[in-house]
């Protein structure tokens, strides 16, 4: 990794984030990754406010996760059987709904735990289902001498919204 400023791998790192198509995708993936980490947090704030329950506080977080370990499989097979950006585009745009849908209900005061859950089940189904196309579209995205770093760049981003 270029650890001095002027190193040309540093310019070479900011030409591949900043060149079409991977550019404006790794800007997508650090807000839809961010907001997916807010989410979360929140979801699991919200259910704790609701219940004071630890027990309800870690359903909340299996119901959001568990999607993804069942339905990892099946994911990899949308991913390989249909267009990648049209899954990605269904499923975040299925996840914000979602997300929103939560957040409304919880301003108007009726987000009860049962209705919470639900949508973390719905949140996490949705998320589940773009995983093997968000990991796999980058190969899409960029030839085959820049994949490695794209790909690093692609886990940086990952990593970089959950921080």
Known sequence: MPTEPND????????????????????????ATHSTWIFRVTAGWAM?????????????????????????PWSGVLADR???????????????LLMAAAAALAYAGRLAPPVLLALLVAVGTAGALHQSATKTIVGVLVGADDLASAISLNSVIFNLAGF
């Open 8 to 31: 040309p791998r540093w310019r070479e790192v900011l030409r591949l984030a900043t060149t079409r198509p991977l550019g404006p995708f790794l800007a997508g993936r650090l807000l």
């Open 48 to 72: 704790w406010d609701l219940t004071r329950s630890p027990a309800m506080l870690g359903l909340a977080t299996f119901a959001l996760l568990a999607p993804q370990m069942l339905l990892a």
């Open 82 to 96: 249909h267009d990648k950006r049209a899954v990605l585009a269904a499923t975040h745009a299925a996840q914000a």
